[in-house]
């Protein structure tokens, strides 16, 4: 069974400094990997995904992610972060290729609290 | 391209009575169907997946009686909460993925339905 973790529940981080949210995962092959973004009462928007090659992908917003397989790891990156990012971010994964199954699991989640 | 519409966003209703939450694909046909419930602070629980025309596969404890799943067309999909009660209120959200699609391209969300029972 595959299942996402995400060991940061809370991240608080002044606007114009780094962000770095953490995701792991477990499957027992290559995996599909998604970052979602939601704000308070919304749906959500995917950020990036990762199906196979380049390791590093880059995403919508400035966001980038990058997969590292040795560490089953797929951590969300952003270089200088602003006041609008703060929201809920989640990490998913999918079966990989041929696996017949749509079927998404959702980390539990990072709240991204941003101050001025 | 890739739009999901679902409504109401926002719904308060008595205890016992249910309440039905529409989700449509706007722009391309959604061959599958997933229903998210979401508690606070919580991530998404997925309750169900839904095929056109076909009867929807529920997730382990999912009361498939209290949570009525119909896709009947490749554009909607409704989950009708029966008899519903206080624990019942929750976030609710659907997401859709097109016809001939894979997770190449990814899940399109809906903006949720927030369900409370008074």
Known sequence: ?116 | GAVVSQHPSRVICKSGTSVKIECRSLDFQATTMFWYRQFPKQSLMLMATSNEGSKATYEQGVEKDKFLINHASLTLSTLTVTSAHPEDSSFYICSAIGRGGSLLRGYTFGSGTRLTVV
């Open chain 1, 1 to 116: 069974a595959q299942s996402v973790t995400q060991p940061d529940i809370h991240i608080t981080v002044s606007e114009g400094a780094s962000l770095e949210l953490r995701c792991n995962y477990s499957y027992g092959a290559t995996p599909y990997l998604f970052w979602y973004v939601q704000s308070p009462g919304q749906g959500l928007q995917l950020l990036l995904k990762y199906f196979s090659g380049d390791t590093l992908v880059q995403g919508i917003k400035g966001f980038e992610a990058e997969f590292k397989r040795s560490q089953s790891s797929f951590n969300l990156r952003k270089p200088s972060v602003h006041w609008s990012d703060a929201a809920e971010y989640f990490c998913a994964v999918g079966p990989g290729s041929g696996a017949g199954s749509y079927q998404l699991t959702f980390g539990k989640g990072t709240k991204l609290s941003v101050i001025p």
